[in-house]
């Protein structure tokens, strides 16, 4: 069974640090494009980084803007994991995020384009 699992959400204060992981099992996610997305209450699903495969070339990952210098994609093929590191977390950071795989190996930011998606994890920023 193909699956994505995150994991690492919770509570945290403004400018706190969290590191989200999405560990895959059934598949290697080396042959596919993996992005981070997140619903906030009574909002769209929006994409927040995407990182291509694992043959794509070194410029292979973009993050919105609004996460630009505080948030990190990046994979562990070793352990078929994809990390999302988000520094100095703001309130408006808060919502549910999802990882999802795209089997083109392209990713983006924009939902429709993944294939697989993982359950969900919640991120509260607050103090």
């Known amino acids: 069974q193909l699956q994505l699992v995150e994991s690492g959400g919770g509570l945290v204060q403004p400018g706190g640090s969290l590191r989200l992981s999405c560990a895959a099992s059934g598949f290697s996610l080396d042959y596919y494009a993996i992005g981070w997305f997140r619903q906030a209450p009574g909002k769209e699903r929006e994409g927040v980084s995407t990182i291509r495969n694992a043959f794509s070339g070194i410029s292979s990952t973009y993050n919105r803007d609004s996460v630009e210098g505080r948030f990190t994609i990046k994979r562990d093929n070793v352990k078929n994991t994809v990390y999302l590191q988000m520094n100095n977390l703001k309130p408006e950071d808060t919502a549910v995020y999802y990882c999802?795989?795209?089997?083109?190996?392209?990713?983006?930011?924009?939902?429709?384009?993944?294939?697989?998606w993982g359950q969900g994890t919640q991120v509260t920023v607050s103090s």
């Open positions: 999802a795989a795209d089997a083109s190996g392209h990713g983006g930011l924009h939902p429709p384009g993944y294939d697989l």
